[in-house]
């Protein structure tokens, strides 16, 4: 199959760092599912700090010496997820306050990257769960900007639970999207 008929961000070899950092949110997800007690302000710095992973993640795939074709996207991203992980990771007031629209900003941002991906890939076999992806992120990001306006936390944590848990395993679905095909030079 050609590289053009799929994904705008190609494929790389470092699929399995991106298959890692959705483990890990999956993981995330679940324990703060079944142990919402450990706070809102233990779920903000935890999602600090793994938006800081992915954003080291999606720098270091950019930068491999493989680089994907789209490698700016993954910059761009990279570079959001981080300055948004450092905010929340420096002040616990400041990450309770603006969680949800954090959440949301990144969520809305990924909705429009996976959509862009769908339309740029409509000739591969599966360019219609990207559209479906990028419009179920695009609704947890509205989600989440509702949450905030009304300050709801019991509706924060539930959908931060299981915002972790369905980004974790789009992660992980896209990396077997990115890995290289045997016998390609990527």
């Not at 995330?28 to 999602?47: E, R």
């Not at 959001?80 to 949301?104: H, K, N, Q, T």
Request: glycine residues 12%; neutral net charge.
């Amino acid at each position: 199959m050609s590289l053009s008929k799929l994904n705008f961000l190609g494929y790389s070899k470092s699929w399995w760092l991106v298959l890692i950092a959705g483990i890990v949110m999956v993981l995330c997800g679940f324990a703060y599912w079944f142990w919402p007690v450990a706070g809102y302000a233990v779920a903000s710095q935890i999602f600090g700090w793994l938006l800081i992973l992915a954003g080291i993640v999606q720098l270091i795939v950019a930068a491999g010496p493989h680089f994907p074709k789209g490698w700016g996207w993954w910059i761009a991203g990279g570079m959001i997820d981080m300055f948004i992980g450092f905010l929340m990771v420096r002040s616990i007031i400041l990450s309770e306050e603006v969680f949800p629209y954090f959440l949301a900003l990144i969520f809305i941002y990924w909705g429009i990257t996976m959509i862009i991906s769908s339309v740029n890939g409509h000739k591969g076999k599966y360019w219609w769960l990207y559209l479906i992806n990028g419009i179920l992120l695009m609704l947890i990001g509205f989600f989440f900007v509702e949450a905030g306006w009304i300050q709801n936390m019991e509706m924060v944590s539930f959908l931060t639970s299981l915002a972790f848990i369905y980004w974790g395993f789009s992660i992980c679905m896209f990396a077997y999207d990115i890995k290289p095909q045997v016998g390609q030079g990527n």
